[in-house]
């Protein structure tokens, strides 16, 4: 039964480690699509200029302090999941994963940390330089603004892909909770009798 928990964990880390992946791409490619086509094709600029000249310009410059908050809390986490990795328990079901897949989450997690980083250093120039409030919304000041939403959408997918890749690693330890609370308690109660016994038979001879 045990292996067929591992088997059905490790496809499913499977699953979100490859569509999940993809899934980012498209959508950012779809998103740049669309970035070029606005500004090559007058007919669809009519439909979405108003996209990238107005809506995302004002809801990133609204939005900017919020944007760096949440990128510092996704930092947290990602930096608190490493160091539960490390002090990783060998009965853990997480460690039972496959090499492959092991590293898979781990390349996730790194690469979701430095891009989010990195993110946080993006928007303190911008705001530092003033670009989040331009004069006038140039084609360079467009770009920026592309490559703001390319970043919002690149964590917040791979914060969901993450999470996704952590609940199977860690669900059969939820699971178990209790029941390896209670295994515990009772090997460490078995070890005070014997200790206790021990002491008592020292303490009479």
């Not at 059905?8 to 779809?30: D, E, P, R, S, T």
């Not at 996704?74 to 079901?93: A, K, M």
């Not at 781990?106 to 993110?119: D, E, L, S, W």
Request: hydrophobic share 50%; glycine share 4%.
């Amino acid at each position: 039964m045990g292996s067929f928990k591992e088997k059905l964990q490790n496809n499913f880390v499977n699953f979100v480690a490859y569509y999940g992946k993809h899934l980012i791409w498209i959508i950012n490619v779809i998103f740049i699509f669309l970035f070029i086509l606005t500004n090559l094709s007058s007919s669809i600029e009519k439909y979405l200029g108003p996209v990238f000249r107005d809506f995302l310009p004002s809801f990133l410059k609204e939005n900017g302090s919020n944007l760096i908050s949440l990128s510092a809390i996704f930092i947290g986490i990602y930096f608190t999941v490493f160091t539960l990795i490390i002090t990783l328990n060998f009965n853990s079901s997480i460690a039972k994963l496959s090499q492959m897949n092991f590293k898979t989450l781990i390349t996730f997690i790194r690469n979701a940390f430095i891009v989010t980083f990195a993110y946080v250093i993006f928007l303190l120039v911008i705001i530092g330089n003033g670009l989040d409030e331009p004069e006038k919304v140039t084609f360079s000041i467009q770009i920026i603004n592309l490559l703001n939403c390319l970043f919002v959408i690149y964590i917040i997918m791979s914060a969901f892909r993450v999470a996704l890749l952590l609940y199977a690693a860690y669900s059969v330890d939820l699971k178990n909770l209790h029941k390896l609370k209670t295994e515990t308690q009772q090997k460490q109660n078995q070890l005070d009798n014997f200790i206790s016994e021990v002491q008592n038979y020292m303490d009479k001879h």
